[in-house]
C-alpha cells in the first residue's frame, strides 16, 4: 500500500532553474495539498485540491504553480526557483470533503529543496 | 478565514508525567474539524487525533487526548504517562466546510516542539 508518494526526495537547484515535484496517491482521494515546512513557520499551504479539475490558493502561492492531473496526481512546478523557496516540501492527500470533516490527511515523505 | 494558533514553541516534560499542549482556533464556519499531528525527527508526518466541530464528547485515542471547548475555541492535546518516543513536533490543523469560502482547506499551527526527558 504506497499511500501518498513524492518524487523526488532531495533535490539541489541552481536559482532561475524550474523543477516539478510529482506527487500521486493511490487511495482514491478527493483532496490534495502542497505545504512548504520551514523552521519555525509549521506547514504552510501553498497551493490545495478539493477536488479533479480544481485548484485554489493557499497561504504561500507566489512563485509556485500546480496542476490536478487527474484524481491520482498533483504537481507543484517551481518556474524559477529562488533560494527563498528553500524548504521541505509535503505533499498530502484526504478523501475529505465539505460534508464529512473527519478524514485526516496522509502525507508523503517530503522532498527536501535547496536552492543555491 | 482559518488560523491556528500554537503559543508553546518549545514544552519539555518527564517520562511518564502527562503533558498538554496548547492549540487555539479560528474560523466562522459552523462545521470543521480538528486534527493532531506528531513528526519525530525522521519527518513523517503522523496522524494521532481529531475531534469535529459537532462532537459532543473530546476525542481520546489510547494515551491522547482531546480537550475541546468549543466556545474559547481551544483544542488542546493531553498526552498522558509521557515515553521518550513522544518527543517530537506536534502540530495542531483544522479543515473546515468552506461555508464562507475556501472548503476544504487544511490549515496548521507552527507547531510544538516537546522533549520527554528521563
Keep these: ?116 | 478565514a482559518q488560523k491556528i494558533t500554537q503559543t508553546q514553541p518549545g514544552m519539555f516534560v518527564q517520562e511518564k508525567e502527562a503533558v498538554t499542549l496548547d492549540c487555539t482556533y479560528d474560523t466562522s464556519d459552523p462545521s470543521y474539524g480538528l486534527f493532531w499531528y506528531k513528526q519525530p525527527s525522521s519527518g513523517e508526518m503522523i496522524f494521532l487525533i481529531y475531534q469535529g466541530s459537532y462532537d459532543q464528547q473530546n476525542a481520546t485515542e489510547g494515551r491522547y487526548s482531546l480537550n475541546f471547548q468549543k466556545a474559547r475555541k481551544s483544542a488542546n492535546l493531553v498526552i498522558s504517562a509521557s515515553q521518550l518516543g513522544d518527543s517530537a513536533m506536534y502540530f495542531c490543523a483544522m479543515r473546515d466546510a468552506g461555508l464562507t469560502g475556501g472548503g476544504n482547506k487544511l490549515t496548521f499551527g507552527t507547531g510544538t516542539q516537546l522533549k520527554v526527558e528521563l
Design chain 1, 1 to 116: 500500500n504506497a499511500g501518498v508518494t513524492q518524487t523526488p526526495k532531495f533535490q539541489v537547484l541552481k536559482t532561475g532553474q524550474s523543477m516539478t515535484l510529482q506527487c500521486a496517491q493511490d487511495m482514491n482521494h478527493n483532496s490534495m495539498y502542497w505545504y512548504r515546512q520551514d523552521p519555525g513557520m509549521g506547514l504552510r499551504l501553498i497551493y490545495y485540491s478539493a477536488s479533479e479539475g480544481t485548484t485554489d490558493k493557499g497561504e504561500v502561492p507566489n512563485g509556485y504553480n500546480v496542476s490536478r492531473l487527474n484524481k491520482r496526481e498533483f504537481s507543484l512546478r517551481l518556474e524559477s526557483a529562488a533560494p527563498s523557496q528553500t524548504s521541505v516540501y509535503f505533499c498530502a492527500s484526504s478523501e475529505g470533503d465539505r460534508l464529512r470533516m473527519n478524514t485526516e490527511a496522509f502525507f508523503g515523505q517530503g522532498t527536501r529543496l535547496t536552492v543555491v
